[in-house]
Every structure is written in C-alpha cells, then in structure tokens.
C-alpha cells in the first residue's frame, strides 16, 4: 500500500510541479519575400521595387515555460529541445510583460537597424539622430531624441562612430559646441560643459547615445506580430536589397539564414542555431546564412542536406547569395 502511494505522489508531483527550466526549440520561420496573411512582410513605399523569388527565410527559436517534470523529461528525451534554466531567460528581477516589451524593442530596433545596413549597402544616404539622453547628462534639456545631430566639437557627425571620435580627446570640463536640428526647426547650436563618464572612462560625458537612421523619401515597413529579439537583422537586410535592385538576389532559391546586424553591415552571433537550422531545413531551405561566430555550432549540428555559408557582413552574405546565383559553392564554415 505505501509503495503504491508513494507512486501516486510522485505521479501528481511530475505532472503538476513546475520546474526551473524552459524547453528551447525549433521555432517558427518565416519568409521575408513574402506575407503574412494579406500583408507583406516588407512593403516599400514610394520608391521603384523589383520582384523577387524563391523564399529569404528569417528563423526563430521557441521558448517553452511552465513545464512539469514529465513535460521537460518528455521534450527533452525527443531530442528536438534542450533545457535551460528558467532564471535565463526570465530573470527574477524582471516581470515577465517587462521581458516582452524588451524583446518587442529588440525585434523593432533589428527592423530599424536592418533598414540602415540595406540602404546604406546600397548607396543611399544616412542620418544621425539622437536616441537615448541620459538624465542629467550635459545634453539633457538641451537635445533632444529624435534631433538630427550635425557636428560636435567642429566635426561632422557622419555616424555614431564619428560622435564618439569628435569627443574623445575632450575631458570632464571641457566647452564643446554641438551643432543639430530639431524637427524642421533651423540648425542650432549649443555650447555644453562636458561631465564624468559614469563608466569611469577619462574622456568627457556628453550623454547622448547616437543612431542612424536612413534619410530617404521613402518609407519602408516591416510587419511581422509576435515575434522577438535582434535575430531577424541579416535576413531583413538582403530582403530590402532584393526589393531595390533588379534580378532575384537569391537565384531562386529557398535561403535562410539569422544574424544580428548593426548600421555599418557587421552581422552578430545569435543563440538558438541548432533549433533554427533544423526548421529552415523541414521548411525546405537548401542553404543557411551562418553568422561567423555560429560557424563551429553551426557545423557541428547542420541537419543533412543544409548547405552552411559563413557570413560576418553584410556584403559576404551577398557575396555568398552572388555565388549560388552563378552556380557556385559559397565559402562555408
């Protein structure tokens, strides 16, 4: 009798207590050449388009919560999931809508982002606003997001990278002119004292976190719900390419892919590749976009059938989609 209770206990207690971990996999994966619905997953706007063909997959991971012990025992003996600790991917000191709104800010920032990288690959020009102003920095009160920023210190603000350059001979103390713009508002300009970097770097504080923004007169729209993270960049980027040029950027073929991606075109490392890698595979893609610093994961679990090529920028991954237009074998990992 007491060995059939304690199996009943241990019963209830698989099925119904929760453990500290959430089961990672394969998710859903989704073509950027094409719609959601009625919708296109990216529309442009008032400038000439092109049409495209075969499939530009993004690829995502799914994260399962709330698992009973016979749940995540069962996931993971399908071999299609890993376990994780819960704490990773919900930290403690964050509600879980606070964990969704910075993953949703993540996933719009890549669409921003990506938008960047394709137009300034193509050769159109870019803007550098203002994003983030820190509370009581030198530039609070004075800029403000969203302003235009010209130059600093009598030099151009070409990018964030030039905003930073203009300013790191200066020292806490220091009087710099910025010169930007306002909505439509005239050019202004403003003469701050710099303060100390928080950080405890020895060049002056200004307080403002550049962005670039892509200034052209027409609008591009990205619309995919329920989807989060910075992932997406890469696969956004070469959808964009393929929509502003002629031709079929992919040779019409089924090509996936993931990366991060920043303004100049440098693509990122991601987690998830295994999982992302075996749903573009059993959705049809013949060969995956790899950031180089997945490359070894990658090739270590590459499903069969799944060609990997190795991208770090932006221009290798049209470099690599050049080689399967032609034919040719791109450089893998």
């Given at each position: ?123 159109y020009p870019t803007k550098v606003l203002a994003g983030e ?76 976190a550049a962005t670039e923004r892509p200034d052209v007169p ?116």
């Open positions: 009798m007491t060995s059939v209770l304690l199996v009943v206990v241990f019963g209830m207690l698989g099925a119904f207590v929760q453990v500290p971990f959430v089961a990672l996999g394969p998710g859903p994966t989704y073509d950027t050449l094409g719609t959601e619905g009625d919708t296109p997953v990216i529309r442009i706007d008032g400038q000439q388009t092109y049409p495209t063909g075969g499939h530009l997959n993004m690829t995502t991971v799914t994260v399962t919560d709330q698992l009973s012990l016979f749940g995540a025992l069962g996931l993971w003996v399908s071999g299609r999931y890993a376990l994780a600790p819960r704490e990773v991917y919900f930290p403690p000191d964050k509600s879980e809508q606070q964990i969704e709104q910075e993953n949703t800010k993540a996933f719009n920032d890549s669409q921003t982002t990506a938008e960047t990288a394709a137009l300034r690959y193509l050769g102003i820190v509370k009581g920095s030198p530039a609070d009160g004075v800029i403000e997001p969203g302003d235009r920023l010209i130059s600093a210190n009598g030099r151009p603000v070409t990018d964030a990278a030039s905003l930073r350059e203009a300013l790191a001979a200066n020292r806490p103390g220091d009087r710099v002119e910025i010169r930007f713009r306002h909505a439509d508002e005239p050019e202004r300009a403003a003469t701050v004292q710099l303060g100390q970097h928080p950080h405890g770097e020895p060049q002056g504080f200004l307080g403002v027409f609008g591009i729209e990205i619309s995919l719900a329920d989807v989060g993270g910075p992932s997406a960049g890469l696969m956004f980027s070469l959808a964009i390419i393929d929509k502003l040029t002629p031709g079929e950027i992919n040779g019409g073929q089924f090509v996936a892919g993931t990366g991060e991606i920043d303004p100049a075109g440098t693509v990122g490392a991601i987690g998830g590749i295994p999982f992302k890698m075996v749903k573009a595979r059993e959705a049809g893609a013949t060969t995956f976009l790899v950031p180089a610093g997945n490359c070894a994961e990658a090739k270590a679990q590459a499903p069969a059938g799944l060609r990997l090529a190795k991208v770090a920028t932006l221009d290798e991954a049209n470099k690599a989609l050049e080689a399967l237009r032609n034919g040719q074998v791109p450089a893998g990992c």
